[in-house]
C-alpha cells in the first residue's frame, strides 16, 4: 500500500506562482511514477503532469507546458508541482496520483488539495 498526502495550495491572483508537494509513504519503493490531476467544480478529473520516480521523465498537459513544473526528491519520496502564471482556468482540487511498476493505471490518490485563482 502507498499513502499519498498533499500539502500547499491555497488563493492566489492571477498571474501568481503556488506550489503544491505530494509525500509519499509506505510501499514506496513499489511506485514508478507519481502524477497531479486536478477536477474543477462541475468537470471531470484531468491529467496535469507526471514523473517517473527514476528517470525523472515528465509529460505534461498542453495547456500547463511551460508554466507549471513537476520535480521530484526521491529521498524524501515527495514530488511537487511549481505553478507559475496561473490563470482562473487553472483553479481546481488538486489531487496527487501513484502508479506501482506492476500497474498500468494509477492506483493510489492522495486527499486533494484547493487551488484558488482570483482575477
Known amino acids: 500500500q502507498v499513502q499519498l498526502v498533499e500539502s500547499g495550495g491555497g488563493l492566489v491572483q492571477a498571474g501568481g506562482s503556488l506550489r503544491v508537494s505530494c509525500a509519499a509513504s509506505?510501499?514506496?519503493?513499489?511506485?514508478?511514477?507519481m502524477a497531479w490531476f486536478r477536477q474543477a467544480p462541475g468537470k471531470e478529473r484531468e491529467f496535469v503532469a507526471r514523473?517517473?520516480?527514476?528517470?525523472?521523465?515528465?509529460n505534461y498537459k498542453d495547456s500547463v507546458e511551460g508554466r507549471f513544473t513537476i520535480s521530484r526528491e526521491n529521498a524524501k519520496k515527495t514530488v511537487s508541482l511549481q505553478m507559475t502564471s496561473l490563470k482562473p482556468e487553472d483553479a481546481a482540487v488538486y489531487f496527487c496520483a501513484a502508479r506501482t511498476w506492476s500497474e498500468t493505471s494509477y492506483d493510489y490518490w492522495g486527499q486533494g488539495t484547493q487551488v484558488t485563482v482570483s482575477t
Open positions: 509506505g510501499r514506496t519503493d513499489s511506485i514508478y511514477a
Open positions: 514523473i517517473t520516480l527514476s528517470g525523472g521523465l515528465t
